[in-house]
Structures are given as structure tokens and as C-alpha cells.
């Protein structure tokens, strides 16, 4: 952890964050606005990785893309790895086409199973089965799952510890919560799973958190102060990277100050927020901390650019998270397959739109099926945009990149 991080661990055992509580969730409600909680993918395990794959590794030990080269990739494979789709973390029987006709870069294992961690690697080892040097150039498939805590927890049964809700976890302290997490990561590891879309790094300082319908209804804040959370997140981080799994930091540039949730309401407005607050600086500090991805929001941003949600923003992608926090890592959309914050938008502007403003993956959780039209609408706009074609190749060589650093 860097010094600022470290120096606010005391911070995970805050008054605050221990006495306050959020509201009660019922399994049977509706999921919160991430990468929706009762839908997640994973996987693991398949080919070797190819020469060009493998060459990226002494590259890449801070998100660097330096000595990546495309040479022999088609424009169709390359938008393939941006795109990463929803497979039913249950299922027997994946729809493998996304691997082998679209050049998916990940899955996300979605919704809820209880099979266990032998099964989930069984269900891994399927899908990274069909990566090919004709589909993908041997690059394996990132295996991503929502393994928060509490109701957000996609994998359980044998194998996997029930977590407790971010809120709880903060009681532990630090120390405490990274070696948890640590043991967490491992189990996540030894299923395939190899990029986990967690922790929470929302900032929920409104007076009522249990209001916040994404985030503080559900009790996924580590806490209602910065020190708090930038100590909790960044313990829980540290524990998925020691045991190998990626973690992500969510839902840049914060979700604890709105009122609904993005994947079932439109209009979801933060109206508080601004390019220096102290929940942006939250992000600022973790980034720094090692290898991750980031995850942004599709709600709106009123002072940092308003009538445009975040994940399609180059002036909070671009400018913010890549300019003036200096991010060259990953930077990942919130689930934008069925989200009604996103509906004005068809699924290939989506994923254009995302491309534009700096993301590197765009994430079809919800609905795999659109991801026919989000790959169709990436082609067509490279071939007609020369900058465009450039900001595909960036986001791929950033995505290689962090495959590499899983070795």
C-alpha cells in the first residue's frame, strides 16, 4: 500500500463506519447498480498463451503497453477484446460463440450459484478451452465475478466463504480485512476466476446512507469518510492482488450520493460531486497502490459534465480519471447491457460512446446477446475513423497488458 493509504488504516475501524448502518436487503430485491449483483461470469485455464501474449508480461508491471504489438490481429478480434459478456455462473453449458465468433476478451460470470468452487473452474476451464490463436491470438479470457460481500456475492458453496457486507468488513480493521480478503482472492483463484469487479470505493456521506438505493441501501460503503474507505478499499485490493486475482475500484467517479439505481431508473443524477472532491480523491490514492482496473459509472455527473453519463464522458474518463489522476490502467463501463440509465442509447452507441470517452472494456452483463451489436458498431466506426481506429488499439494494448500481469 503507499503512504497515504497506510497511513489511514486506523481509519477502517472509524466510530463512523462501525455505528452506522445500512438498510437491510432481502435477497429477493432488486440488485444494486454495479455490475449487477445477481448477474456475474468467471473463468480460467485453456491454451497457452501465444508468443505476442507472453511478450507483453516484462511490460506491464504498472498497466504499461510498451512492446505490445498487433501485428496479425483483425480489426474484428481486436473490439472482440474489448468486450467482455454475462455467462450464468451456474450454467453447465455456456454459449461458447462469444469466444469463438466474437473474440470476447472476458467473461463475467452473473446471478447466483451455490455450486461451488470445483464446479466454477469446471465452467472456466470450458470457456478458456476455446481460446484459439484464430479466435484471439491465444489471449486468454479475463474471468471476472462480483465477489463483494453480503448481497453481492455471486459464487458460494463449498470452496467459497460467505462474505460480510463492506460495512462490516470495515469492523475488522485493515490488517484484518486484507488477510480475509487474501483468503477470498485465493478461492477465487483456485476456480479460474481472475479478476474480481471489487471493491466499492463510493464515498456515501449523505446523511441518510441507507437512501443511496445502489450502494448504502445494501451496506457496500466500507465507511462515510474518505480515510475509511481509501483504507478499507485498498486493504480489500491488496488481498485479491496477493493471491493473484485483480481487483477493481468502483464506480469512478463515486455512487454514494445518488438516490436510485442506474440499472433500473433513468435520470440518475449526482449533482454534488466535482473534479476535486474528496470522493474522486478516494480513486486518486488507490490507483496508485498496484495493478487494477476501474470501473466507471453510468450515472450523470452535473458539474463535471452534465446530460452525459460518466462511463461515456471523455471529460471524466479522458480528462479526469486519465489526465488529471494520471490512470493508464484499464477503466472498465458499469454493466451497460440492459441498463435503463442507459436505454436513450442503442447497444452499439454504447459501446462506441465508451470507447470515445477513454474505456477500455465495455461490460454486457445483464444481456450477452448485445454484444453482436456492440462488436458490429465498434468495426464499423475504426473503419470509418481513422482516430477512432487508433483508440481501439490503445484500449486492446491496455487490456493485453493487463492479462500479462496474471502471468
Known amino acids: 500500500m503507499g503512504a497515504a493509504t497506510a497511513a ?5 475501524t472509524s466510530t463512523d463506519t462501525a455505528s452506522s448502518g445500512g438498510g437491510s436487503a432481502s435477497a429477493a430485491s432488486s440488485a444494486p447498480g454495479s455490475a449487477t449483483p445477481s448477474t456475474s461470469p468467471s473463468a480460467d485455464a485453456g491454451p497457452t498463451p501465444s508468443a505476442s501474449a507472453s511478450a507483453t508480461a516484462a511490460s506491464t508491471a504498472a498497466g504499461t503497453t510498451d512492446g505490445i504489438s498487433l501485428d496479425g490481429w483483425t480489426l474484428e478480434q481486436k473490439v ?4 467482455v459478456v454475462g455467462v450464468d455462473a451456474g450454467s453447465t453449458t455456456p454459449p461458447g460463440r462469444y469466444v469463438t465468433e466474437l473474440h470476447v476478451g472476458g467473461v463475467f460470470l452473473s446471478g447466483r450459484s451455490s455450486r461451488g ?3 466454477t473452474k469446471a465452467l472456466v476451464d470450458s470457456l478458456q478451452a476455446l481460446v484459439t490463436e484464430d479466435s484471439a491470438h491465444g489471449s486468454r479470457l479475463l474471468i471476472s465475478t462480483d465477489q463483494e460481500g453480503g448481497d453481492v456475492q455471486v459464487l458460494s458453496g463449498p470452496g467459497f466463504s460467505t462474505m460480510p457486507t463492506a460495512l462490516t468488513q470495515a469492523t475488522s480493521g485493515a490488517e484484518a480485512l486484507k488477510a480475509s ?16 469487479l471489487a471493491p466499492d470505493a463510493d464515498l456515501v456521506d449523505i446523511a441518510d446512507p441507507t437512501s443511496n438505493a445502489p450502494i448504502g441501501q445494501w451496506k457496500r460503503e466500507y465507511g462515510h469518510d474518505a480515510a475509511t474507505v481509501t483504507a478499507c478499499a485498498g486493504a480489500f485490493a491488496a488481498g485479491m492482488r496477493g493471491s493473484g486475482v485483480i481487483p477493481t475500484f468502483k464506480h469512478f467517479p463515486g455512487l454514494g450520493r445518488v438516490t436510485q439505481n442506474t440499472d433500473i431508473a433513468s435520470g440518475v443524477t449526482d449533482a454534488v460531486t466535482t473534479r476535486e472532491d474528496a470522493a474522486v480523491g478516494i480513486f486518486r490514492t488507490l490507483i496508485g497502490e498496484g495493478t487494477c482496473a476501474v470501473m466507471a459509472s453510468s450515472a450523470d455527473y452535473s458539474l463535471i459534465d452534465a446530460g452525459t ?3 461515456f464522458s471523455s ?12 490512470f493508464e490502467g484499464v477503466v472498465i463501463t458499469d454493466d451497460v447491457a440492459a441498463a435503463v440509465q442507459v436505454s436513450d442509447w442503442t447497444p452499439g452507441d454504447r459501446a462506441v460512446s465508451a470507447v470515445k470517452a ?10 450477452a446477446s448485445v454484444a453482436d451489436a456492440m462488436a458490429s458498431a465498434l468495426v464499423e466506426a475504426a473503419q470509418a475513423d481513422e482516430a477512432f481506429a487508433a483508440r481501439v488499439d490503445a484500449s486492446v494494448r491496455r487490456v493485453l497488458a493487463l492479462k500479462a500481469t496474471l502471468g
Open 8 to 12: 489511514a488504516l486506523a481509519g477502517c
Open 80 to 83: 472482440g477484446q474489448l468486450l
Open 117 to 119: 468452487a470445483s464446479a
Open 181 to 196: 480478503a487474501t483468503t477470498w482472492g485465493a478461492e477465487l483463484a483456485s476456480a479460474g476466476v481472475t479478476m474480481n
Open 309 to 311: 453519463p460518466a462511463c
Open 315 to 326: 471529460a471524466v474518463i479522458t480528462d479526469l480519471l486519465r489526465g488529471d489522476l494520471g
Open 358 to 367: 477513454g474505456c477500455d472494456i465495455v461490460l454486457a452483463a445483464a444481456d
